[in-house]
């Protein structure tokens, strides 16, 4: 099957600094690719879609100035939590659909801010 | 509004019984439904889905799926449980107008799969 990797695969920052999450399609492309958060035991809450060559698509509440998203290339979003602070700590996970709607997710980065 | 319910939080079996994970959606126009599952440290995998056709859907790891359209159901099943079906699992659904690709999705259901 399709593969999408993310990097990193954990982080841990101070409050304050700005981090970047990778998402990277290894073997298709991708116009579109999706930034989920996950807290534990809990449902993906889907922050933004992304999109190749135009502006991410935000859902609403999610602040699009904190999250930034930037779709570079047909196998590459970022999505960087600018001045993370402890309750930005997440899970978060990206996607990339392939074929009709199915969906093909990266393990996720793990952010913890101190 | 769209939505995707699973009504249950967990749901625990025990090894070689038949399980079943509940989804109802509610949304307009004809649905694509989904159902993903995660193990413990795990990404999200894909197990089936429901476009068209047979309302009977077949799916990875012994797992099946039948679209309900009288009952807006897409209860998840197989016929006999491994622990190492032991998982979190989600129910997700499409509408199938326009390119929008964005998925609804329910809260998920854990599954613990008892020895």
């Known amino acids: 099957g399709a593969v999408v990797s993310q990097h990193p695969s954990w982080v841990i920052c101070k409050s304050g600094t700005s981090v970047k999450i990778e998402c990277r399609s290894l073997d298709f492309q991708a116009t579109t690719m999706f930034w989920y958060r996950q807290f534990p035991k809990q449902s993906l809450m889907l922050m933004a879609t992304s999109n190749e060559g135009s502006k991410a698509t935000y859902e609403q509440g999610v602040e699009k100035d904190k999250f930034l998203i930037n779709h570079a290339s047909l196998t590459l979003s970022t999505l960087t939590v600018t001045s993370a602070h402890p309750e930005d700590s997440s899970f978060y996970i990206c996607?990339?659909?392939?074929?009709?709607?199915?969906?093909?997710f990266g393990p996720g980065t793990r952010l913890t801010v101190l | 509004a769209q939505s995707v319910a699973q009504p249950e939080d967990q749901v625990n079996v025990a090894e070689g019984n038949p399980l079943t994970v509940k989804c109802t959606y509610s949304?307009?126009?004809?649905?694509?439904l989904f159902w993903y599952v995660q193990y413990p440290n795990r990404g999200l995998q894909f197990l089936l889905k429901y476009i068209t056709g047979d309302n009977l859907v077949k799916g990875s790891y012994g797992f099946e799926a039948e679209f309900n359209k009288s009952q807006t159901s897409f209860h998840l099943k197989k016929p006999s449980a491994l622990v190492s079906d032991s998982a979190l699992y989600f129910c997700a659904v499409r509408l199938d107008a326009g390119n929008n690709r964005k998925l609804i999705w329910g809260l998920g259901t854990s599954l613990a799969v008892n020895p």
């Open positions: 949304v307009s126009g004809n649905p694509y």
């Open positions: 996607s990339a659909p392939r074929n009709i709607g199915e969906q093909f």
